[in-house]
Structure formats: C-alpha cells, structure tokens
C-alpha cells in the first residue's frame, strides 16, 4: 500500500482524498490505532463522520480496520466532532469507551478530509502520531474481531447542554452553520435553549455550495453580518466545519474574535473560581493577560495546536482554555474538550443577562491588530528558519521573548509573533499594537529579522 507520509499531522491526519487519503489508508490507520488501544487495555472506540461526501466511505475503511485489530466499534453516524469527544466520557446505552475517532476535513477545502483521535482519554498528537505511520509500515497489528453497534448520541449530548445552561432570558439569534456538520444540531440545540433562531446554510452539504466554513475568516462572515442587519436578531454565531470551533458577530457587524470571547468567559469563571489559570495560545491578544489578572486569575500562555492546549488543561486542572482559532475548552461544568456548540451555549447564558449583549461584547479590551498572516516556504524550512531568529535575532525595546512557540516579542506598546505552523510550510504571524505607529516599528523588527535569515523572504506585510 502506498502511505503518503506527508497526511500525518501534529495534531491529526488529514489529506486530499482518493489521493492520499483512501478507504485503505483509513483501515491501516484503524488497524495501527486499533492495535495501539488494544495493548492499552481499550475494549472499544466510537467513531463518527462529518458531512463531507468522502466521510461515509472512509468510516468504512476505519471501521474494518478497528474491528480486524479486536476493539469493538460504537459508531455514532454522522455528528460534530465535540459530540465524538463527548461521547468518550458518558456511558453510550451501558457500554463505555474513552477512545474515538472523528472523521473530519475540519476546515479544509471540500477535497480533504482526515482523522482526529482520542486515545484512552487523550487527544493524541505529535510523535503518537507519528507512531500510527511507523506501525503501518512495520505492519506489527493485533488481530481480533471487534463487535459493531450503531448508536444515536443528539438527544443525550443535547439534553446534557440543556441541563447544564439556562439562560436569563430567550434571546433572538442568527445560526450560520456554513452547510457544515453543526447545522444538523444547532437549530435544535439553541430554540432547546430558549432561543428564538434563523438558520443560514444548516442544511449539511459536504460541497459547501454557500461560503467556506471557517469562521475565523472575515468574508465567511458577510452572510450572517447581512442577515443581522436585515432581522432583529441580537447576535450572530458562526460554527467550523465539524462543529468544534465558534464565530461570533455582533449585532452592529464587529467580529468579536476568540480570544476577546475567552475574556468574558473568563470572567464568569473567575467570579466563581478566583484565583485560577486561564491558559490561552501564543497567538492571542496582549490585551489577555492583564485583564486575567484584574479579574484574580493567573494567565497562562501556551503553545498554539487544540491537542497542546488539551494536554495542558488536563496538566494543571485549569477551569478554561482557549486559542485565537476559535477552539475554546470548558473543564467548568463540562469535560474540558473543544465544542463550538457548548461555547455557543455558554456565551448566551452571559449575554442573556443583559439588555444589549452587542455593547458588552463591544466594551471588552481591543486593540489594532492583523489578521493571521503567512509567510510561505519550503517543506520543512519554518522550524528551521525560527530556530535561526531564536538563535540571533535581538529586538530592540522588547520587554520580553517568549520562545515557547516560535518567537514571540512583547512591547510596552504591542506584541508580534512569528511561528512555525505545525500543519502547513509557512511561518505564521500576528502583530498587535496600541497604534498604527507602533504596529509599523514592530512589524519593521520582525522583518529585519526575517531577512537577516532568510533574504528571499515575500513578507505579506
């Protein structure tokens, strides 16, 4: 079998399909993981698909592939990713499985698609991965014969939501689901809440025929901005791909990025928990840490990658974490995995308390800022290439380098970032600054840097 070394990721597999990512691949891989849970202790694993149109027959493959290694398989269908996780912490009908399996392309264009894993309670990522490949090629397998059951997980994820959140007041919303796997379930979940709901583009659809589903991305936001405008709707909430990350627009058309979100939850969760870590990515705002602190938290940055970040709230028994992508991670009063739908959820029982959910938004700390910006290279050179700026570079008026992550550089005025991306060859960056002049001498620094290393740099800024 051809294995196209490239599909496995840090924090997942992923490919094109049909090219490098086939039924076949996906049945080495369930055999590898398989194998891997098996000497582990794992007696079974559930597994799901989003609604890409590759999704039904790589399940396929994955499926035989668990069931030949002899762990059973609890398959729950198509589903969001969080109700997978979810799905590894509860008892499903009297049986129990702390392992699973998603078969998503996330994020990525209609011709990708890949695996996210959950190993014996652990997202798995990195050199685990990496030993899913080297056991594909050894071709060292358990063999069994693992049972199959299908099982119907929405009333009892959604029920747990409802039991959990309650909302001050119903509240009029718009739902952009981008014709991803969310749309399937949030409609249901937000009137469940109370709420009074217009759906964009719910209808599952793995060609994205409307906009992309990434709402990290400004124009994947223009519907739901439009359908603010037109409606009385109060807020407007935007879901990924497979439903783990969320997308928040206000009412006048702001975009209130995830790590200005993490503010307000962290808040609520100081109020109750003082004293506690808030962790958050190297790609965040400056404006994060301060406001940890004035509310009697103690911020944490870490390094960017949901499996990272997982590892880490898992490590210190933080009650939140959160990344400028979107994933946000509740281990207050949930299970302290990446969930679109119940961060959804969380931030309408904040906002339900107030008259004008779009001026508190609006009112959280903000700050010039750049999108993400990449600057693209060579297979393998972004690691190489911040190893070198690590080494040599110096930052004149720096406060301080953080080097946890690439590089990044904390001013009294502003931040920059530069870092390897761990899914794609480009070094990913980010400036923040008090103003455009001081967001001009850092960017300035960074490219000086950049070029001292590599002279042929294209800066995208």
């Not at 840090?10 to 996906?26: H, W």
């Not at 069994?144 to 001050?168: M, N, S």
């Not at 800022?369 to 080494?391: M, V």
Request: proline share 5%; hydrophobic share 40%; with cysteine.
């Amino acid at each position: 079998m051809q294995l196209d070394p490239t599909i496995f990721k840090a924090y997942d597999i992923r490919g094109i399909v049909g090219k490098m990512l086939t039924r076949e691949v996906a049945r080495a891989v369930g055999l590898a993981f398989g194998s891997t849970a098996v000497e582990k202790g794992e007696r079974a694993v559930v597994v799901g698909r989003d609604g890409r149109l590759s999704g039904p027959d790589l399940l396929g493959g994955l499926v035989e592939g668990l069931r030949a290694a002899g762990l059973d398989v609890i398959d729950l269908g198509m589903v969001a990713t969080p109700m997978v996780y979810f799905g590894t912490y509860v008892e499903l009908d009297g049986q129990r499985a702390t392992s699973g399996i998603m078969v998503t392309g996330s994020h990525n264009p209609p011709d990708y698609n890949g695996l996210k894993m959950v190993l014996a309670g652990e997202a798995i990522y990195g050199d685990a991965i990496q030993g899913l490949r080297q056991r594909i090629e050894a071709g060292t397998f358990t063999s069994g014969a693992g049972g199959y059951r299908q099982i119907d997980i929405r009333r009892q994820y959604i029920d747990r939501i409802l039991a959990d959140v309650k909302l001050a007041r119903p509240m009029k919303i718009a739902l952009d689901a981008g014709n991803g796997v969310a749309g399937a379930f949030v409609g249901e979940l937000f009137r469940g809440l109370g709420c009074e709901v217009t759906e964009l583009f719910c209808e599952v659809d793995g060609s994205f025929p409307n906009h992309h589903p990434d709402p990290a991305h400004v124009e994947n936001l223009q519907d739901l901005m439009r359908s603010l405008r037109e409606t009385d709707c109060e807020l407007g909430l935007a879901f990924d791909g497979d439903g783990d990350r969320l997308g928040v627009v206000t009412k006048d058309g702001q975009v209130i990025f995830p790590d200005r979100q993490l503010m307000l939850f962290a808040e609520e969760i100081l109020a109750r928990n003082p004293g506690q870590q808030v962790i958050y990515d190297v790609k965040c705002t400056g404006k994060l840490a301060p406001w940890i602190r004035q509310h009697g938290g103690e911020p944490l940055m870490w390094k960017t990658g949901h499996s990272l970040i997982k590892a880490k709230l898992r490590e210190t028994g933080a009650p939140i974490a959160g990344e400028m992508s979107g994933h946000v991670f509740f281990k207050d009063r949930w299970y302290g995995f990446d969930d679109g739908l119940y961060t959804g959820a969380r931030l309408l029982e904040i906002l339900s308390r107030h008259a004008d959910p779009s001026a508190v938004l609006n009112a959280l700390p903000n700050s010039n800022s750049t999108p993400e910006l990449q600057l693209k290279c060579a297979e393998g050179e972004p690691f190489a290439l911040l190893d070198k700026i690590r080494a040599n570079a110096t930052f004149e008026g720096a406060r301080e380098v953080n080097k946890i992550d690439g590089v990044r550089v904390e001013y009294a005025d502003g931040f920059g970032l530069a870092r390897p991306s761990n899914t794609t060859p480009v070094v990913v960056m980010r400036f923040e600054a008090d103003n455009d002049a001081a967001l001009a001498r850092i960017q300035a620094q960074f490219k000086r840097a950049i070029l001292a290393e590599k002279p042929d740099a294209q800066l995208p800024f």
